[in-house]
C-alpha cells in the first residue's frame, strides 16, 4: 500500500509564496510521474504542474514563470514552489503521483489535498 501526505497549504496574500511538499511512502520500485493538480470551487479538476522521472517538466500558461516543480528522488517528494500567488490561484491542491508497484503494475496515488487560500 502506498500513501501520498501533503503539506504546506495554507493563506496567503496576493503577490506572497508558499510551497507544498508530497511525500509518498509505502511499496514503490520506481515513480515515473510526478504532478499537482488544484480544483477551484465551482471549477474542474486542472493540472498545474507535472515532472517526469527525467525532470522535465510542464506548466499550463496560468502558471507558468509562477510555479516551480521540483522532486527528490531520494525522499519520493515532490515539491511546488509557488510565487506571485494571485487571488484566482485559490483551490485545494492533490498531488499525484505515476508509480511502479513491487508486482510491476503502474498505479496511479492521490494526495488527500491542502488548501491554498490567496487573497486580494
Known amino acids: 500500500q502506498v500513501q501520498l501526505v501533503e503539506s504546506g497549504g495554507g493563506s496567503v496574500q496576493a503577490g506572497g509564496s508558499l510551497r507544498l511538499s508530497c511525500a509518498a511512502s509505502?511499496?514503490?520500485?520506481?515513480?515515473?510521474?510526478m504532478g499537482w493538480y488544484r480544483r477551484a470551487p465551482g471549477k474542474s479538476r486542472e493540472l498545474v504542474a507535472a515532472?517526469?522521472?527525467?525532470?522535465?517538466?510542464n506548466y499550463p500558461d496560468s502558471v507558468k514563470g509562477r510555479f516551480t516543480i521540483s522532486r527528490d528522488n531520494a525522499k519520493n517528494t515532490v515539491y511546488l514552489q509557488m510565487s506571485s500567488l494571485k487571488p484566482e490561484d485559490t483551490a485545494v491542491y492533490y498531488c499525484?503521483?505515476?508509480?511502479?508497484?513491487?508486482?510491476?503494475?503502474?498505479?496511479?496515488?492521490w494526495g488527500q489535498g491542502t488548501q491554498v487560500t490567496v487573497s486580494s
Open positions: 515532472i517526469t522521472s527525467t525532470g522535465s517538466t
Open positions: 509505502g511499496s514503490i520500485l520506481s515513480i515515473y510521474f
Open positions: 499525484k503521483m505515476g508509480l511502479i508497484g513491487p508486482d510491476q503494475f503502474e498505479y496511479d496515488y
